[in-house]
Nanobody
């Protein structure tokens, strides 16, 4: 059993900051890429940021320069530091991990349950 649990979502004023965390637990051999997605009401879920096991990073254009993704491999944790938040950042933020559970096993995608971020104007 593998679980991804997000935390850190909250209500914040525009211009404020939040830090999201996502911890992967359970039977895990290796975590490859870790990602943050978000889904606003009435919109499709979209990729916000990703970080590979080697530390390569990509961001959606809309968050470049404001959000920072990082990971702590020893803790199986990925973070999303969000600064200069805007009302359009309001969404449920989901953690996603591409991981291998056993040596020689295949990699599979796992998702967290989501954490709500609301930015007021």
């Amino acid at each position: 059993q593998v679980q991804l649990v997000e935390s850190g979502g909250d209500l914040v004023q525009a211009g404020g900051s939040l830090r999201l965390s996502c911890v992967a637990s359970g039977s895990i051999f290796r975590i490859n890429a870790m990602r943050w997605y978000r889904q606003a009401p009435g919109k499709q879920r979209g990729l916000v940021a990703l970080i590979t096991s080697g530390g390569s990073i990509n961001y959606a254009e809309s968050v470049k320069g404001r959000f920072t993704i990082s990971r702590d491999n020893a803790k199986n944790t990925v973070y999303l530091q969000m600064n200069s938040l805007k009302p359009e950042d309001t969404a449920v933020y989901y953690c996603n991990a591409d991981l291998i559970r056993v040596v020689g096993g295949q990699s599979y995608d796992y998702w967290g349950q989501g954490t709500q971020v609301t930015v007021s104007s």
